[in-house]
């Protein structure tokens, strides 16, 4: 099967699914391209980026990667959003049987959708779109200015493209929600497929030399081995609730508990976390090396909005804290815990919980066992190919 994975952001060395799933799919056999503007994630979203964005530039490079072709193409701005130029020559160059969107209502869906029109590939879009993430305005109850924008921006545009769309591709049920209620696709047009976790970089602190790595770590953070050290990874917004963490394993420590918090990242609340005595922050480090810093912790908790590093944290061993709001709880039964979102005193009291070292270690060993066997990127792979064969290879 040919597949053309369409994204306007891609960035080298990062674990998202734009970088990993479509080698993966060429690691079955599948001969896969990837086309994209290599635009940094959440570019449109000034609450979450904070960079810069590359020149527009008119170029269009061609590249062999790990297992597939990437393709960089120029762009066009329309708005927020933008055009990639040059993509209908691309496609028909490629001839692909099944076109991978990542996007719902986006300007470069409707490019596809036009070029499908002509060249009678397949569509499948894909979304990790939270219902939980959107804005509150949008969720709650009643007739809102917010709303009306939402209902002509992207239900109508959403609504349109899924009649040519095969199917939707959610991480979460959380997601097909969203796609449905705020964008218009039926939801008979819908299936989830989990995100993935690279198990051959993610894995316990079990060998020898990754115990001493993980000491290692800990010395370097000034953190000693008697100190439970929860981690928190991403960007730093406020959408995240990161105090929350943070004050918690404050008061922890004040009542006599040795807890202190490891944040890697960076974003607009970080001056925020500088004031806690017992949260170190590290900034931004390469996919590649995080996993150095989850082996050196012992839990990892996230007080808001559900994130792949739950998956990768979960593979290192690490029991994992979510918010009560998360609906893609199945993943964490039994391996983690949910706190009262927002609420310090529930934090508190759900990282208690793991303050016994052989009960981590318990839960350690299940959480790495089921990211192996359900949820590496080998598996999630198997499970987009057997739905894009079923309906469109």
Known sequence: MKIAYVVETYTEGLGYIDNVLPKELGAEGDQVHIITCRLPAYYQNSAAFFGALPEKGDYLEEEKSENC???????????????????????????????????????????????KLLLGFEIFTSTGQAYSALPQALREGGLSMVKVHNFFSRFLIGKFFSYFVTKCIGSTEDCIDAVVDFYGVPRRKTVVISLGVDTNIFFPAVD????????????????????????????????????????????LNSEGYPFVAVFVGDGPEKEKLKKYKKS????????????????????????RSITTSTLDASACGLPVILSDQE??????????????????????????????????SAIGFLAAARMREHYSWKVIAREFKRELKSRGG
Not at 85 to 90: D, S
Not at 285 to 303: G, H, N
């Open 327 to 360: 609906k893609a709880q199945e993943r964490w039964e039994d391996i983690g815990s949910t706190y009262e979102l927002g609420n310090v005193a529930s934090m508190k009291a759900t990282l208690m919980k793991y303050r016994d070292i052989k009960r981590r």
């Open 280 to 303: 170190t922050i590290q900034p931004f480090v390469p996919w590649s090396e995080l996993p150095a810093f989850y082996r050196a912790a012992d839990i990892a908790a996230w007080p």
């Open 208 to 251: 020898p030399s990754v115990l001493r790595a993980r000491f290692e770590v800990r010395e370097s953070l000034g953190i000693s081995n008697e100190e439970i050290v929860c981690i928190w990874t991403g960007r730093m917004t406020t959408a995240k609730s990161v105090e929350v963490l943070a004050q918690a394993v404050e008061e």
């Open 69 to 115: 072709t990437i393709h960089t193409c120029a762009y066009k701005n329309l708005g927020k959003r933008i055009l990639i130029k040059g993509l209908f020559n691309k496609l028909k160059s490629i001839d692909p049987d099944v076109v991978i969107v990542r996007g719902i209502a986006s300007p470069v869906l409707g490019q596809v959708v036009l070029a």
